[in-house]
């Protein structure tokens, strides 16, 4: 058997009346519908999989006052769940990375589903504070798994048109954030609805990938230099660690903000959380596009200076909404753009994975700071907190962009 991609075709006889060892135009159109189909299976797989990460990524910031207030917490102790959250996604991005490496894609994105489940089953019915942490862990273990996975997976996949179609597919990670807080808000005081969800979503996504052909990426090319790559594997990690704490950060604290800063509801301010990411929806939908027409490092930073310039709206007087959708607006294309614009680097699987890693780390460093601040100076802490963070991504961006000229 030869192989030719994912896809394997009959050895060809020689010899006296055999065929001409050029594919016959019938085989050439069965190797076509075969890929084909094949990318339609991973697409399917990578939509259900970007909406279950979304409505993950957007329920633990309104479902935390309903467990602070259920299990007599302060908004320091509170923030405890993001962190270890946090820590469990980076934990996770290794697992995955690992598997890839090994080339067993498939097995870690089956497993990954399921440790999501567990976790999320556990935060339905947890009753006690130390079991919502460990139930929390997992969430993150199999986030940081599935994150991963489909990523590396679709570029890869599409590594034609990796800023594009990561940009457009993840738009669905974004339907899903905007979901989440919808369940949360129609359950104010029970959050086993919102968690069973996302255990329901996990099984269909779990057969899916047992029906997915799925490859891990190719060997990378070995780069210009070590030095060079080591840079710019630290520069895009920083880059994309300050991203995830700003996107996670306006999630997991804006139903805080509203409800001090505007005196929401607890049902208004996570309803209206879901505007944060309907905007990062229309954001990828529209990036999709844009990345097609515009150098990804100039879509990326100018992105990222209207980020700051929202933040500065959120922190004021009765803006706090507008501010926070339009930081969603502008946060949209930074992330699937930035880890395509990596990925065209041809990095080594050591590389992707330790930048990744970062990404869902900066979190867990960000999330204490922003409750240790609430906890001292009040809610106004959460927009500064996260503009200086928006500050301190346009110079990683900036720096990445001076490293790759000479490249």
Known sequence: MHKIGAVRLPRLRSGPGAAHPILAPHTVVRVTLAADTHRRRLVVAGLVGFLLLGLVAAVLGPVLPQLRARFHLSVAQGSLLLTVYSIGSVVGVLASGWASHLRYPRPAMVVGTAVLAGGSVGLAFAGAWWLVLVSGTLLGVGFGILDFGVSVILASSFAESGASVLTSLSAVFSVGAVIGPVVVAATPHDVRPTFLVITALSAILAVLWTRTPVHGPSPAEAPASRHLATRLALGFGFLLALYVAMESGVAAWETTYLRSASHFTDSSAARATSLFWVAITVGRLTGGWVAR?????????????????????????????????????????VFPAAFAWFSATRPSSLAMTLVFSCGVLGPAVVSPIIGAGTQQLGVAAIPFTLFVVALLDIVAVITVRRRLDPV
């Open 293 to 333: 027409r515009v150098h990804v490092g100039l879509l990326v930073s100018s992105s990222l200076v209207m980020v700051a310039l929202s933040l500065v709206v959120a922190g004021l007087p009765g803006l706090g909404l507008a501010g926070y959708t339009a930081a969603g607006l502008f946060l949209a294309p």
